[in-house]
């Protein structure tokens, strides 16, 4: 039998087509599914490109907009803080205000509870009438006294600087006593009268009549030593004396009375406070109270009782 022409053959070669036949359908199918797989995608590749270039533009625009928010937040901040500062001097200047308010009032307030007559010249310059009497009067304590027995008083306000010159005296081994202090319109009254029956008008020299007395003030002392007591009339040679010409000052308290002053005869043991700033003054000056214009001891009645 030829090979050729074998039906085995034929039969193999038959089959050899169909197969390729069905290879070739399949191969073609899948090329068309491919196909359309491609295009899908490139369809979808589109939209893709489309929400993204979409995207895009939103974002820009976002963008965009968050810049002039930015912006104008910037702006707002420094406006907000503009106004801070603003706020900040506004307050600033109405604690000034308050403060210069306070400061005033304070003022004020020691204006009107500080006694006017505290620094007026007397000795028949001015005159404290019979009603005159100092607001707060502190008794002196007997142990500072020259007479325990005879109860004395003196300015409340006065009392504090009294009572450090004393104990600093003391302290340095001074002797210094307290004889008289606040003396009423009465009292100096019933004084000058019996000055006057037993000196006549010679009285007049070392005795103020009554309203012209610094003593009715309760911010004056005459000082005298234990061993002196009431015959006072040599207290300038006393150390009680020195130590008061040197120290007085620095506790307020001035000697009203020098030598060769125009009113009574000299009265080293009569002291008066004005306050330090004014005695300080009168001591760094060498002057006598009774020598300068009122209207500039005036300016020192505001601080009379500064520390």
Do not use: C
């Not at 304590?141 to 005296?169: C, G, H, M, N, R």
């Not at 003391?170 to 000055?195: N, P, V």
């Not at 000196?199 to 000082?223: K, P, V």
């Not at 330090?276 to 601080?303: C, G, M, T, V």
């Amino acid at each position: 039998m030829n090979p050729e022409t074998s039906p085995w053959k034929k039969l193999f070669l038959a089959l050899l087509a169909v197969a390729t036949v069905d290879i070739l359908v399949y191969l073609g199918y899948q090329n068309y599914l491919l196909k359309q797989e491609n295009f899908l995608l490139e369809a979808e590749l589109v939209k893709t490109r489309q929400a993204f270039a979409s995207t895009t533009q939103d974002l820009v625009v976002n963008i965009d907009a968050l810049k002039q928010l930015l912006t104008a937040t910037n702006v707002d901040k420094i406006n907000a803080e503009q106004d801070i500062l603003k706020q900040r001097e506004l307050v600033g200047a109405m604690d000034a205000e308050v403060d210069s308010l306070s400061s005033t009032l304070g003022i004020y307030t020691k204006i009107i509870n500080t006694d006017k007559e505290l620094l007026e010249k007397y000795s028949r310059i001015y005159f404290l009438n019979e009603n005159y009497i100092p607001k707060y009067l502190t008794p002196i304590p007997s142990v500072y006294t020259y007479e325990p027995e005879k109860e004395s008083s003196i300015s409340t306000e006065v009392w504090p600087f009294l009572q450090k010159l004393l104990d600093d005296a003391k302290s340095e081994g001074i002797d210094i006593k307290i004889l008289s202090a606040y003396r009423s319109f009465g009292t100096q009254t019933k004084i000058k009268s019996s000055y006057t029956i037993t000196y006549g008008s010679g009285a007049n020299r070392f005795s103020a009549d009554q309203g012209y007395s610094e003593h009715q003030l309760g911010t004056t002392i005459d000082f005298t030593t234990s061993k002196l007591g009431t015959n006072f009339d040599t207290f300038e040679k006393t150390s009680g004396y020195t130590w008061l010409t040197e120290n007085a000052y620095k506790y307020g308290f001035i000697l009203s009375y020098p030598k060769n002053n125009i009113y009574y005869i000299s009265e080293p043991w009569h002291w008066r406070f004005v306050g330090k700033n004014l005695a300080l003054r009168l001591h760094n000056e060498n002057r006598n109270f009774y020598d300068i214009p009122q209207r500039e001891i005036n300016e020192y009645l505001l601080s009379i009782f500064d520390q």
